[in-house]
């Protein structure tokens, strides 16, 4: 009998031997699975509720706003943060998105140092450009008067400045 065949059952119960622990392996990853799935709706359910607060507060705001401020005032209040909006974009420009994958590739390498040259690195770059724009809307309020007629727009786009500085880090 060729040695292939004379231990057929000792073949066939490695075979299960295998087949069990595969079962079992996948047990387990299937219970680490299942974990993950619940951090994930946890998260999820968590970020929508904050989400929806952030969303119900700032209505009751604008409302509250609209009563003590006037129509007016609150007019130029919405274009400021409009124009706040969009200088906060340029300062963001996709740069958080470029650090996490630098910190995430240096990370899977091991190399811590790169990783804080990466955040460094971003970090100056988002305080320059934050620096630039605050600086050029405090001193040069009058070009502001280009693109926004209401001198209390400019107003109140001059004292949210310094906030693309703190935004910025």
Do not use: C, W
Not at 36 to 47: C, G, H, N, T, Y
Not at 61 to 84: C, D, H, K, N, P
């Amino acid at each position: 009998i060729p040695p292939l065949f004379k231990n057929r059952s000792t073949m066939f119960q490695t075979n299960r031997t295998v087949k069990i622990r595969g079962a079992i392996n996948l047990t387990a990853a299937s219970n680490q699975s299942l974990e993950i799935l619940k951090d994930v709706a946890l998260r999820f359910i968590s970020l929508t509720i904050f989400s929806v607060l952030t969303r119900a507060l700032g209505f009751f705001l604008r409302i509250y706003l609209s009563r003590v401020m006037g129509a007016e005032t609150l007019g130029a209040y919405q274009i400021s943060m409009s124009i706040f909006g969009v200088l906060m974009t340029l300062i963001a420009s996709g740069l958080p998105l470029v650090i996490s994958r630098n910190v995430a590739y240096y990370n899977a390498k091991g190399d811590k140092t790169t990783q804080h040259k990466s955040i460094t690195a971003g970090l100056i770059v988002s305080l320059v450009i934050s620096v630039s724009i605050t600086a050029f809307i405090i001193l040069f309020p009058n070009m502001l008067k280009l693109f926004i007629k209401s001198d209390e727009s400019i107003k109140i786009i001059q004292a949210l400045s310094p906030a693309l500085i703190a935004s910025a880090i």
